[in-house]
């Protein structure tokens, strides 16, 4: 399979624990991108990548966010100091070129904090 | 703010109906692109729409960009059980923070048989 992958599929944690999760792109796919999507809404912009260049971070975003894309290949994305409301499905994405082009999603990690 | 709208929220039809769902942006737009999410599944990309009044079709489906690119529609002929899902429209948006990608909130389209 050569499609976007993400792991873990899913993640439970405790509240104020550290999650790390990971993205790995169709094969030389120059953007990635990271949104978190929520029951019944649309993907949310998180952050993005154009090869290992962190080019975009949602203003929205909390600094307990932080994601890493190290030789340009897959991505990590770490939440400190989980809270409930970061339970969420998060996405991961990635697209050729260095424009906005068609994006290849991954199945998602659902992280829940309890 | 930048903001991208869809109505209708939800569209139930019997299967063989039309359906149509409009994308509105509160900015013009460089590209539109749409996709498509069943349920339990992610978002799958159907098309991407770049010139004003642009008009795309894949086969029961016809796209259309507006003429100031701050709209956008998809309609479906005759829908199929297939057809059944979560369609959003998404674009570029860049101001003077810089650039991110924008998902409209989705239309849920259910095909009853």
């Known amino acids: 399979d050569t499609g976007v992958s993400q792991n873990p599929r899913h993640k439970i944690t405790k509240r104020g624990q550290n999650v790390t999760f990971r993205c790995d792109p169709i094969s030389e796919h120059n953007r990635l991108y990271w949104y978190r999507q929520t029951l019944g809404q649309g993907p949310e912009f998180l952050t993005y990548f154009q090869n290992e260049a962190q080019l975009e971070k949602s203003r929205l975003l909390s600094d307990r966010f932080s994601a890493e894309r190290p030789k340009g290949s897959f991505s990590t994305l770490e939440i400190q100091r989980t809270e409930q409301g970061d339970s969420a499905m998060y996405l991961c994405?990635?697209?050729?070129?260095?424009?906005?082009?068609?994006?290849?999603f991954g199945p998602g990690t659902r992280l829940t904090v309890t | 703010g930048q903001q991208v709208m869809q109505i209708p929220q939800y569209q139930h039809v019997q299967e063989g109906e039309d359906f149509t769902t409009y994308c509105n942006s509160s900015?013009?737009?460089?590209?539109i692109q749409w996709y498509k999410q069943r349920p339990g599944g992610h978002p799958v990309f159907l098309i991407q729409?770049?010139?004003?009044?642009e008009v795309k079709k894949q086969k029961r489906l016809t796209f259309q960009f507006g003429e100031a690119k701050k709209n956008s529609s998809l309609h479906i002929t005759a829908t199929q059980t297939t057809d059944v899902g979560t369609y959003f429209c998404a674009g570029p948006f860049r101001d003077n923070y810089g650039q991110n990608f924008v998902f409209g909130p989705g239309t849920r389209l259910s095909v009853l048989p």
């Open positions: 994405a990635s697209s050729a070129g260095t424009g906005d082009y068609e994006q290849y």
């Open positions: 729409l770049v010139k004003s009044g």
């Open positions: 900015t013009t737009l460089s590209n």
